[in-house]
T-cell receptor, first 111, second 111 residues
Framework: TQLLEQSPQFLSIQEGENLTVYCNSS?????LQWYRQEPGEGPVLLVT?????EVKKLKRLTFQFGDARKDSSLHITAAQPGDTGLYLC???????????FGKGTKLTVNP | ETGVTQTPRHLVMGMTNKKSLKCEQH?????MYWYKQSAKKPLELMFV???????ENNSVPSRFSPECPNSSHLFLHLHTLQPEDSALYLC??????????FGPGTRLTVL
């Protein structure tokens, strides 16, 4: 059983479109992180959300942490080819302090 | 970004070979990690070191042997690997608080 489910698994869109990817779980996390991984590179941390209901913006990227701290979403406005990559969410389990990763959403933005 | 470096970037080895992966972090972090990234699977935590002491061994087979001589360097010694061990091996470091800084990874192929 996958602790963190990310959807969709693959997403291919045209430049300029908006998109939302999701990270869902039945477990509560003390915090949640989003990473972007480009081909041939390691993941790069984009944001950490800690408070239920928290919204953080990073230029055209908007991250939201669910009220119950079980899920998160990433919305990209006016996607660009440079946004192409694998988007990973990772939840920190309270108590054990273990970081659990989802399988990722592979995003392709076509020019 | 040269905060965490890994060598080699690519490695092809036979099942009877012995090789080592190297990781160096220049961020002054006190924790270092080895992760395995396989296709269609979430990142799998292998080992954690805090202040050079191993604090986690996530049921990793003994054919993988980590070494952390100081808080800036981490090695993963490999011997008698299996083809299913082929994957991207990622090193990461962290300081207090959530968020990992990953290296670019070593793409390992076991023939």
């Amino acid at each position: 059983t996958q602790l963190l489910e990310q959807s969709p698994q693959f997403l291919s869109i045209q430049e300029g479109e908006n998109l939302t990817v999701y990270c869902n779980s039945s477990s509560v996390f003390s915090s949640l992180q989003w990473y972007r991984q480009e081909p041939g590179e390691g993941p790069v941390l984009l944001v950490t959300v800690v408070t239920g209901g928290e919204v953080k913006k990073l230029k055209r990227l908007t991250f939201q942490f669910g009220d119950a701290r079980k899920d998160s979403s990433l919305h990209i406005t006016a996607a660009q080819p440079g946004d192409t990559g694998l988007y990973l969410c990772a939840g920190l389990q309270g108590g054990s302090e273990k970081l659990v990763f989802g399988k990722g959403t592979k995003l392709t933005v076509n020019p | 970004e040269t905060g965490v470096t890994q060598t080699p970037r690519h490695l092809v080895m036979g099942m009877t070979n012995k090789k080592s992966l190297k990781c160096e972090q220049h961020l002054g972090h006190n924790a270092m990690y080895w992760y395995k990234q396989s296709a269609k699977k979430p990142l799998e935590l292998m080992f954690v070191y805090n202040f050079k002491e191993q604090t986690e061994n996530n049921s990793v087979p003994s054919r993988f042997s980590p070494e952390c001589p100081n808080s800036s360097h981490l090695f993963l010694h490999l011997h008698t690997l299996q083809p299913e061990d082929s994957a991207l091996y990622l090193c990461a470091s962290s300081q207090e608080g959530p968020g990992l800084s990953f290296g670019p990874g070593t793409r390992l192929t076991v023939l």
